[in-house]
T-cell receptor, first 114, second 115 residues
């Protein structure tokens, strides 16, 4: 089954404790992206990757890191989480990054930073 | 930078009634337009998209949307809604930012279908 898998789905952590949210897709997609969803703000892009070893900042990259060492994986790293990073996070992938195709989303990771 | 406005944050409607969810965007230059749906505790799924051609686009689950270039709008419609259509709906616009396309989402409209 074609899917985007995120882990963990739910996480409660404390300020400053490094964490990684993993994302994996099995569709051989070139493009992958991370979004955060906050009430009233919709989805805002954190980082995206057009292909392996190519990543770029989205609209709200501060406090986040990403890497794309393999085509299928695109982890999101919070080096020193803060309470304002409490949010619902989505990973998404697309066949290409040309803006024409469907984005396939994971089921989301709800993060709470105390 | 592109902006996407979904004019209604919440739309309650009775079952079997028609519904329109409104979406306006800021730039009409070479845009691609999308509607996504998010059911509770799930990720987003594509409902429909407009890239070119006919301005009336049909999607899944009986939804359709019309691209209006002069009014920079892409409103979503369904002639008769079901309880199962209760979800949050997001309009998204792909437009150039520099040399690459960027996808910008609206803030979402919560559609609640009442029995």
């Amino acid at each position: 089954e074609a899917q985007v898998t995120q882990n963990p789905r739910y996480l409660i952590t404390v300020t400053g404790k490094k964490l990684t949210v993993t994302c994996s897709q099995n569709m051989n997609h070139e493009y992958m992206s991370w979004y955060r969803q906050d009430p009233g703000l919709g989805l805002r892009q954190i980082y995206y990757s057009m292909n392996v070893e190519v990543t770029d900042k989205g609209d709200v990259p501060e406090g986040y890191k990403v890497s794309r060492k393999e085509k299928r994986n695109f982890p999101l790293i919070l080096e020193s989480p803060s309470p304002n990073q409490t949010s619902l996070y989505f990973c998404a992938s697309a066949r290409r990054g040309d803006g024409t195709g469907e984005l396939f989303f994971g089921e989301g990771s709800r993060l709470t930073v105390l | 930078a592109q902006s996407v406005t979904q004019l209604d944050s919440q739309v309650p409607v009775f079952e079997e009634a028609p519904v329109e969810l409104r979406c306006n965007y800021s730039s009409s230059v070479s845009v691609y337009l999308f509607w996504y749906v998010q059911y509770p505790n799930q990720g987003l799924q594509l409902l429909l998209k407009y890239l070119s051609g006919s301005t009336l686009v049909k999607g899944i689950n009986g939804f359709e949307a019309e691209f209006n270039k002069s009014q920079t709008s892409f409103h979503l419609r369904k002639p008769s809604v079901h309880i199962s259509d209760t979800a949050e709906y997001f309009c998204a616009v792909s437009a150039y930012s520099g040399s690459a396309r960027q996808l910008t989402f609206g803030s979402g409209t919560q559609l609640t279908v009442l029995p």
